[in-house]
């Protein structure tokens, strides 16, 4: 038994889990362990170091924290999970400090960096403004001047390349750890190093600064059209290693301090339209999706826009997967399992097979629907997380989206809106563009999706035929149930 297995603590790990999800606390300890363990020996002892610096009364929350800290994979992993609501809340308010640090990094090495990738700044008319503003989990912020604009510097942290690339690799090991040990764990077998492996390949863009800026530069276009949102220019002197871009003012939409209900809700709103009904309902062949978006990255800025930041995680969202969300609601609003289950096995990495343990839980989900109006987002991100649970496999692009779309709803719940927005928002974007489309639904063959809603006449055809079914058969159910 190694020193990180007598350290870790079973029943420490429960007790930050929701009770559904307390028998993971073995394969999260064995996880935790092999990444710890694979280490080189002076990150081991710098991380037992940091944790005997805390205070003796320091809570588990706290330590899990600083943990985060001391790795950048697990400080993004810290990130992405800060505000799900179904982990402990003390567990969340210690992640939430992980999207944005204080700078630790001296501003002569930034200096030093920004000289070797741009030459000296004066020829490029720029003055930095000291301190740095913010610290993430691969880069550090500085702001600068060029004449009248103000700006900032995004630059990769000295060594992080190298660092990252380290932990990115123990996790792969992890995922292989956990494929030898399913039984032993008493965890389903999912292939888990293929989706180690596709985690950390979405990981490694975190430290592609000229990726981002493409990312950047298709945001700035694709939300042109909407003045309520603000993405930050970018200026002309850019590198892989450093993003120069415009200075965003204005607060996390955590922390803003609302005039009232009416603020918050309008800034929830907003937060849903941008970020998952314009995606989901774009035209666009692929529709580019935000894969990061806490709080650090989306601000409210004086003149009550949402600036969104950081699109280092962002992928594209194809027509394919948009097709099959549309099924899914389809087959929902129909009481149809066969048609939930197909597009499910769309999404997913075995679209030929269908895991056996998933079509109890697509007639779980459908049952869950008398208690709904109509089936919405929450919904479908509970039938995706029971799928997965079930054995359904899928590929990185789904679980980041899936994973962000916890974050959002998270995010929601902390600026004090209600979560039922959520459904609203999506709701009235789908039947606002389905009323646009109806006059060139005329024009097109009866099984084209070639519109926003990726709805074909066939499928509304279909739909319509069978809601009186549909109704038989919940009202059917229901009387069986009495």
Not at 133 to 147: D, I, T
Not at 220 to 236: N, S
Not at 463 to 472: E, G, K, L, R
């Amino acid at each position: 038994m190694s020193d990180w297995d007598l350290l870790i603590d079973e029943a420490d790990i429960a007790s930050l889990l929701p009770e559904a999800y307390a028998h993971y606390r073995r394969p999260i300890k064995r996880a935790l362990t092999v990444f710890l363990e694979g280490l080189p020996a002076v990150h081991q002892d710098a991380i037992v170091q940091d944790q005997a610096a805390l205070p003796s009364a320091a809570t588990l929350s706290e330590r899990v924290a600083r943990l985060a800290r001391s790795c950048p994979a697990l400080h993004k992993l810290g990130q992405t999970l800060a505000r799900d609501r179904r982990l402990a809340p003390e567990l969340r308010l210690q992640l939430q400090q992980l999207e944005s640090l204080p700078p630790s990094i001296p501003l002569v090495d930034i200096a030093d960096i920004l000289t070797r990738e741009l030459g000296p700044l004066d020829r490029l008319g720029v003055a930095l403004e000291p301190p740095a503003l913010a610290e993430a989990s691969v880069a550090v912020v500085v702001p600068f001047r060029r004449e009248q604009d103000e700006g900032v510097f995004k630059v990769l942290k000295p060594g992080i390349e190298d660092r990252l690339e380290q932990e990115l690799a123990l996790l792969e090991r992890v995922g292989s750890h956990l494929d030898e040990e399913c039984e032993a764990l008493g965890i389903p077998r999912l292939a888990y190093r293929e989706i180690f492996e596709g985690l950390a390949e979405r990981l490694r863009q975190e430290t592609k600064l000229d990726v981002e800026q493409r990312h950047l530069a298709l945001a700035h276009v694709t939300y042109a059209d909407d003045r309520r949102i603000q993405i930050p220019t970018l200026f002309p002197f850019c590198t892989p290693r450093v993003t120069a871009m415009e200075r965003v003012y204005g607060d996390k939409v955590t922390d803003c301090g609302f005039d009232g209900d009416g603020d918050r809700r309008a800034c929830a709103e907003l937060i849903v339209a941008s970020l998952i009904a314009r995606p989901i309902l774009s035209a666009a062949d692929t529709a580019l999706f935000h894969g990061d978006p806490h709080p650090g990255n989306l601000l409210y800025t004086r003149d009550r826009r949402l600036a969104i930041l950081d699109w280092s995680l962002a992928t594209g969202l194809d027509e394919m997967r948009r097709v099959a969300f549309v099924q899914i609601v389809l087959g929902a609003v129909t009481l149809d399992a066969d048609r939930v289950a197909r597009a499910l096995a769309a999404l997913s990495e075995q679209p030929d097979s269908l895991p056996e343990a998933v079509m109890p839980v697509v007639h779980a989900a459908l049952g869950r629907l008398r208690a709904l109006p109509l089936p919405g987002l929450l919904w479908l991100t509970d039938l995706l997380d029971n799928s997965l649970h079930a054995g359904m496999r899928f590929d990185a692009k789904m679980l980041v989206m899936r994973k962000m779309l916890h974050t959002l709803e998270g995010v929601i719940a902390d600026i004090g809106a209600d979560r039922s927005c959520i459904d609203a928002v999506l709701i009235s974007a789908f039947f606002r563009r389905m009323a646009v489309e109806w006059p060139y639904r005329w024009l097109v063959p009866l099984d084209s999706r070639a519109f926003a809603t990726r709805l074909s006449n066939a499928d509304l055809a279909g739909v319509t035929m069978s809601m009186p079914f549909a109704a038989m058969r919940f009202w059917l159910e229901f009387a069986a149930r009495r």
